[in-house]
């Protein structure tokens, strides 16, 4: 059974930083790519960063510069370096990976910024 949770969500202001962890299993790690969607209050759920399975990177531009993703193969965690963050980019995290074309996903982890 694949599953993922996050973790690593809290209130930061604005300017701070937080990273986020999402710790996977069920499934090989290793050859799927992996990714960080958010939802804000009233918005629909957007995807904001992902990693493919050889490391490649791709970001939504709003977050471009400032967010880092990575993956640890070994250790089967996906993580989301988040730095100079703005009140926008509050929203509830979640990490996802397709398979098959069925997604999977885990239960949110919230993100707060103060300005």
């Known amino acids: 059974e694949v599953q993922l949770q996050a973790s690593g969500g809290g209130l930061v202001q604005a300017g701070g930083s937080l990273r986020l962890s999402c710790a996977a299993s069920?499934?090989?790690?290793?050859?799927?790519?992996i990714g960080w969607f958010r939802q804000a209050p009233g918005k629909q759920r957007e995807l904001v960063s992902s990693i493919s399975s050889g490391g490649s990177t791709n970001y939504t531009d709003a977050v471009k510069e400032r967010f880092t993703i990575s993956r640890d193969n070994i250790g089967r965690t996906l993580y989301l370096q988040m730095n100079s963050l703005k009140p926008e980019d509050a929203a509830d995290y979640y990490c996802n990976t397709r398979h098959q074309g069925r997604d999977f996903w885990g239960r949110g982890t919230q993100v707060t910024v103060s300005s």
């Open positions: 069920g499934f090989t790690f290793d050859d799927y790519a």
